[in-house]
């Protein structure tokens, strides 16, 4: 669906429901469609306003005209595209008189974020402005990547160049390659900073080709600051295609530029890519991002609920973040509806309700395997008692069981820290945490406690 036809048809519903005048002027017709930023799971309808109190009422789930425009956004969309989506309305308060001030540099600037993003965001780079560095909860595995992506963000083309964001989709590659270019702009408006996917570098090569047009396509590719490219595992088999990636790779890289790619896969590992551009992309810093843990994906989803004003309980969260055990993306697009199907409902928000909704979705716990059912398990294989497990005696025959149990609880049932302290006779979160980390780091010395974790792993598996 485009964005400009949506917006078009969800005003007509609107306009059935909110009277004509200086309201329907200012909160429907005063609003710009800036873009649709869609996937399998959710959609955002990003839009703008130069009115900050309309911004204010727009973003507030429970405002006066939120449940109307989800309404009217699901007719229009099966009007367009013959299916009805959940769409989510995200308004962007943008100061007229703003739009052409410089930022000020980190270190003195007292504005949000957000706000000097948005107001500053050029069309041409199509970076959403939600995909920011602080909207990136990231698990332990990933916080190099974030780190390395921060500082490129600060000092782009000195090092790490080009960077490659490799792994599963939905784990939030695209958003952290934006961040960067986001956090850029943000330190630099005049930074000419481009995002394209692969497949749109290909069509506009195709046509440049087609019209005559080289030396313009050159011109907009290869005078960039930073050129952030999604989806490279694409250009696989375009032997045409990689000939003039090739030359804009090595164009911007040597003028000091940035690059920044995105794959499902290392180029390595990509059949069709050729060994001169598998070459210059191991040049730079691969960084593998993961799937999130409990922790991590719990937190994302209180950003969410943040973000949609809505406030939902840790265990409903953890009990959503449990049962989808796929990806970011996923996880986001079914708590959206989640969350919609809570707000068309006047029954209360409780365990049992969400794992209803999640069992409609298709998404729920399966195999659970509990903390008693963890430290049943360690105390037979050590052969201990659950009761030493739990209490305080500091032998060594116990202390490392306990540690054993304490970390496989987190691994596997990926309750919180508090949680599985609570477990354990009470023990304090930093407890829980030292006893994770003790074993953390034996594992990698020790083979034959890492065989012995494995063993237990299997007897909760049967």
């Keep these: 669906m485009d964005h400009i036809q949506l917006w078009d048809a969800i005003k ?37 306003t130069p009115h900050k109190n309309v911004a204010d009422d727009w973003n507030t ?8 425009f989800i309404a009217a956004a699901l007719q229009a969309s099966a009007t367009i595209s013959g299916t009805p989506t959940v769409i989510l309305p995200v308004v962007t308060y943008i100061d007229q008189k703003l739009t052409t001030t410089p930022i000020q540099p980190e270190s003195t600037s007292t504005q949000e974020p957000t706000s000097n993003v ?21 698990s332990t595995p990933n916080r190099e990547a974030k780190s390395v992506a921060e500082a490129i963000a600060e000092h782009p083309g000195e090092e790490w160049n080009p960077l490659l964001l490799y792994g599963n989709p939905g784990l939030g590659k695209t958003h952290l390659m934006q961040a960067i270019g986001n956090e850029l702009l943000r330190r630099n408006p005049k930074a000419d900073v481009k995002f394209i996917t692969t497949d749109d570098f290909m069509n506009d090569w195709t046509d440049a080709l087609r019209f005559n047009k080289q030396n313009e396509f050159k011109d907009k590719y290869r005078n960039v600051d930073l050129l952030l490219v999604d989806d490279i595992q694409s250009l696989a088999g375009k032997e045409n295609v990689q000939e003039e990636f090739f030359n804009t790779f090595n164009a911007i890289t040597r003028a000091g530029n940035q690059i920044v790619l995105t794959a499902d896969k290392l180029p390595k590992d990509i059949k069709g890519i050729e060994d001169r551009l598998v070459s210059r992309f191991a040049m730079g810093y691969p960084a593998n991002l993961t799937q999130p843990d409990s922790e991590t994906k719990i937190a ?33 697009g ?4 989640v969350v919609a199907r809570i707000r068309f409902s006047n029954d209360p928000v409780t365990v049992e309700s969400i794992r209803e909704i999640l069992a409609g979705l298709d998404f729920e716990r399966t195999n659970i395997i509990s903390i008693e059912m963890i430290q049943d398990a360690v105390a037979k294989y050590f052969n201990v008692t659950t009761t030493d497990l739990i209490g305080k005696s500091r032998v060594k025959e116990i202390v490392i069981p306990r540690q ?49 974790m494995q063993e237990i792993r299997a007897t909760l598996q049967k």
């Design 404 to 452: 054993i149990a304490m970390y496989l609880s987190r691994e596997i049932t990926q309750e919180s820290l508090p949680a599985i302290g609570r477990a354990f006779g009470g023990k304090d979160h930093t407890t829980v945490m030292h006893s994770t980390s003790k074993i953390e780091e034996a594992v990698l010395e020790n083979k034959q406690l890492e065989a012995q």
């Design 300 to 332: 994302i989803l209180k950003n969410k609920a943040e973000e949609m004003n809505i406030e939902i309980s840790y265990d409903v969260l953890s009990e959503i973040a449990n049962a989808v055990d796929t990806n970011v993306r996923e996880l986001e």
């Design 12 to 48: 007509e519903e609107l306009r059935q429901k909110i009277a004509p005048g200086m309201t329907f002027e200012s909160y429907v017709e005063g609003l710009t469609p800036l873009s649709l930023v869609a996937s399998t799971n959710g959609t955002n309808l990003y839009l703008s």
């Design 118 to 138: 948005e107001k500053q965001m050029p069309e041409s780079s199509k970076l959403n402005p939600k995909f920011r560095f602080d909207t990136f909860i990231a």
């Design 334 to 337: 079914v708590f959206k509806r």
């Design 61 to 68: 789930p429970g405002g006066q005209y939120y449940s109307q």
